[in-house]
C-alpha cells in the first residue's frame, strides 16, 4: 500500500509516539521524583531527546528532499537548499528543534505529575479533542490513507491522534503540511505548547504554595526539592533556546516556503488539488492515490476524466499507469466486460503480491505468473522487473 519512505517515517513515529517520547517523559519524572540530578541520569535525558529529534529531523528531510516529492508538490517540498552545507545545518536545526521541544514538554509534563497525574491527562484530552473537533468542523478528519469504510475512520482517528502528540513533543516541521496540521494549526500548536509549559509550572507551585517544592516519595519522605526560580529559569531557557533555533531554520530555508507555516488550506482540498490543478495525467493521477471521501465531490469528474483516456493509456503505457494504480480505479467506472474482469484479475494479483511480500520465494513465483500473464495479454499495463 505505501512506498518505502512512508513505511520508514510511519516506523519511526510508531517508535516515537509508543518508546521514545514515554520513554524521554518517565525519564524526567524520575529524575524529579527520586532527585538523580547526577551526571549519568542528566545524559541519559539528553541523550533521548538528541535520539528522538534526529529521528523526527530525518522524517522532514526525507520528504523534502525526495525528487518525486518535489516534483508532485513543488508548492510545500524544496524549502531545503540543496548544497550540501545548508542542508547539513538545517538537519542539525531540525534536530535541535525536537530535542528542546521534548526535554522542555517532558520537564513540564513531569511537574504536572507530581502535582497529580489527571491534570497532564485532562490537559491533553481537551488539547487532544480541540484538534479533532476542528478537523471534524473543516470537513478533513479523513485521512489520506485510501482505506475506506469503518476501517478508514478508525486508521484516520488513530493517525491523527498518534500525528498530534508527536508534534506536541517533538514538532516535526513535515507535519505542517495540509494533509497533517495544517501550516497555521502547527505554528498555533507550537506556541501553545511552549505557553502549556509555563503554566505547568506556575500550577506545580501554585500547589506546593512555597517557593521551594519539596518532591515527596512513596513514603512521604521528602527526596528533592527545586526552587521556583530555578523551575521558571530552566523552562524559559529551553523555550527561548527553541525559539532561536526556529528561528535560524526559518533563516536559513528557502524563504519562498515560509509561508507554509501559516497556510490554512485542508487536506483535502491538496488532495482535490491533484487533479484540480494538475498540468498533466500523471499529475492528475495522484488524486486515485489518496482516500476516496477526500475528493468525494469531484469523484464524477475523476471518473469522466478516466473513461475518457483509459484506451489511450493503454496503448501508450506511461509509468504511472501501473498494476499499483490500475488496481484503484473503482470496478464500476469500467463500462466494458472483458476490460473489467482483466481489472479485477489486477486486483486479486495485487493482494496477493502483497499478501506473499515476506517471502523472496513466493515474490518470484508471483511475478513470474505475472510475466506469463503479461505475454498472453490479460495483464496489460503492468510491468515485470525480472528477478536475478
Not at 528522538?52 to 508548492?75: L, Q, V
Not at 507535519?175 to 497555521?184: I, P, Q
Request: charged share 25%; with cysteine; proline share 2%.
Amino acid at each position: 500500500m505505501f512506498d518505502a519512505k512512508t513505511e520508514l517515517a510511519f516506523t519511526k513515529c510508531v517508535e516515537m509516539v509508543c518508546e521514545s517520547i514515554p520513554g524521554c517523559l518517565l525519564q524526567m519524572y524520575v529524575v524529579l521524583k527520586v532527585g538523580d540530578t547526577s551526571t549519568k541520569a542528566v545524559t541519559s535525558v539528553v541523550i533521548s531527546a538528541l535520539t528522538t529529534g534526529f529521528a523526527s529531523g530525518t522524517i522532514s528531510y526525507d520528504y523534502d528532499t525526495d525528487p518525486e516529492n518535489r516534483k508532485k508538490s513543488p508548492d510545500f517540498y524544496g524549502y531545503i537548499p540543496d548544497e550540501g552545507i545548508a542542508r547539513l545545518l538545517l538537519l542539525v536545526f531540525m534536530t535541535l528543534n525536537g530535542a528542546l521541544l521534548l526535554v522542555v514538554r517532558a520537564f513540564s509534563a513531569a511537574l504536572l505529575m507530581l502535582v497529580n497525574k489527571r491534570y497532564l491527562a485532562i490537559y491533553m484530552a481537551g488539547d487532544m479533542a480541540l484538534y479533532l473537533l476542528q478537523k471534524v468542523a473543516r470537513g478533513d478528519f479523513h485521512y489520506w490513507v485510501p482505506v475506506d469504510g469503518v476501517g478508514g475512520l478508525c486508521m484516520s482517528l488513530v493517525v491523527r491522534v498518534m500525528v498530534k502528540t508527536i508534534v506536541d513533543f517533538t514538532g516535526v516541521i513535515q507535519f505542517r503540511g495540509d494533509a497533517e496540521l495544517g501550516g497555521l494549526y502547527w505554528t498555533v500548536n507550537m506556541l501553545l505548547a511552549l505557553l502549556a509549559s509555563f503554566g505547568s509550572v506556575f500550577v506545580y507551585y501554585a500547589d506546593n504554595e512555597e517557593e521551594v517544592a519539596l518532591i515527596k516519595t512513596d513514603d512521604n519522605s521528602a527526596a528533592f526539592e527545586i526552587e521556583e526560580r530555578v523551575a521558571w529559569t530552566l523552562v524559559g531557557s529551553l523555550s527561548g533556546g527553541w525559539v532561536v533555533v526556529f528561528g535560524v531554520f526559518l533563516l536559513l530555508m528557502k524563504k519562498e516556503y515560509r509561508l507554509t507555516f501559516v497556510t490554512t488550506t485542508t487536506g483535502k482540498a491538496r488532495t482535490m488539488d491533484y487533479f484540480v490543478k494538475g498540468a498533466n495525467d500523471e499529475l492528475k493521477s495522484k488524486v486515485m492515490e489518496n482516500n476516496k471521501a477526500q475528493w468525494q465531490t469531484i469523484r464524477e469528474d475523476v471518473k469522466e476524466w478516466v473513461q475518457a483516456n483509459w484506451w489511450r493509456w493503454k496503448e501508450e503505457k506511461p509509468d504511472w499507469f501501473d498494476l499499483a494504480w490500475q488496481s484503484k480505479v473503482p470496478e464500476e467506472w469500467i463500462t466494458d466486460v472483458k476490460e473489467r474482469a482483466r481489472l479485477d484479475k489486477a486486483r486479486r494479483y495485487r493482494e496477493n503480491m502483497g499478501a506473499r511480500r515476506g517471502s523472496v520465494k513466493r515474490l518470484v513465483e508471483v511475478f513470474t505468473r505475472a510475466e506469463e500473464e503479461v505475454r498472453e495479454g490479460d495483464l496489460v499495463g503492468v510491468r515485470v522487473v525480472p528477478v536475478a
